[in-house]
């Protein structure tokens, strides 16, 4: 079924040829979401999304510009034409559509809550209630935990990084994070400083407020980018590219 479904895709945009003379593509990047995105320690931007950008422009044959910007300014950045294209882990939300266009998905990951192992706590508003959340601000785990958790009495806290998120987890500022599983596993839980935390409770699922996967989002009158794009991507998952940039970071199917 994923042959077929990028054997169309290929077909789709086969004649697109060169619609857009590009020499670059600036996308907008939040270093701050390990192993999506994050800064190593010599300052150079890492991680699979950054990978995954570079090698769609080298299909394209055009040059990656990597502009750092918060998460929360994204999309006003993109329609200011700071850059091109947000690749940082957006979720495509009904929301965000009405706003800017989406590739094709590049990954599907759910959201996970953690707290220190011995909370005993869930991701419900009645396990949750008087208890204070943090959230990555802009995120759709803030649309999430405010749609559903502050109006049952749990505190929401936002932040413009992941890193602060987790920063007054470990202060014990907040009783709880919600993130990207796969965030909150390789950036946090297998750190040393995760070794007290642990996931509390089962992944959510609520494509209304957290989306159906994740995209590069796109200005909507930059369709010609979006379907150049669209089929780099599909052509770097037919001939394994993507799948050997997921194993690097991912021991599981990350595209899901």
Not at 13 to 42: C, K, Q, W
Not at 160 to 167: G, H, I, K
Request: with cysteine; aromatic share 8%.
């Amino acid at each position: 079924m994923k042959k077929l479904a990028l054997a169309a895709t290929l077909a789709l945009v086969a004649g697109i040829g060169h619609a857009r003379d590009m020499t670059a593509i600036r996308f907008g990047v939040d270093p701050s979401y390990a192993p999506f995105e994050s800064l190593a320690p010599d300052g150079k931007l890492v991680g699979f999304d950054i990978d995954l950008g570079n090698a769609i422009c080298e299909r394209l044959k055009v040059k990656c510009v990597w502009i750092e910007n918060s998460f929360d300014g994204m999309i006003p950045a993109l329609k200011a034409r700071k850059f091109d294209g947000v690749l940082s882990s957006m979720s495509v939300t009904g929301k965000r559509q009405e706003q800017i266009a989406f590739t094709d998905k590049i990954d599907n990951v759910l959201p996970r809550l953690v707290a220190r192992k011995d909370a005993g706590i869930l991701p419900t508003p009645e396990s949750l209630k008087g208890k204070t959340v943090g959230v990555e601000q802009g995120s759709t785990q803030e649309t999430y935990t405010r749609a559903y958790w502050e109006p049952k009495g749990v505190t929401i806290r936002t932040y413009q990084t992941q890193d602060l998120v987790y920063q007054d987890l470990l202060a014990g500022r907040i009783d709880a994070a919600l993130q990207s599983s796969v965030q909150a596993e390789l950036g946090f839980l297998k750190s040393a400083n995760g070794r007290d935390f642990a996931f509390a409770g089962p992944a959510l699922n609520d494509p209304k407020t957290l989306g159906v996967g994740a995209a590069i989002g796109v200005r909507k009158e930059d369709d010609d980018l979006r379907l150049q794009i669209n089929k780099a991507l599909a052509e770097i998952i037919q001939d394994g590219t993507y799948q050997r940039i997921s194993r690097k970071y991912f021991s599981f199917d990350v595209y899901n």
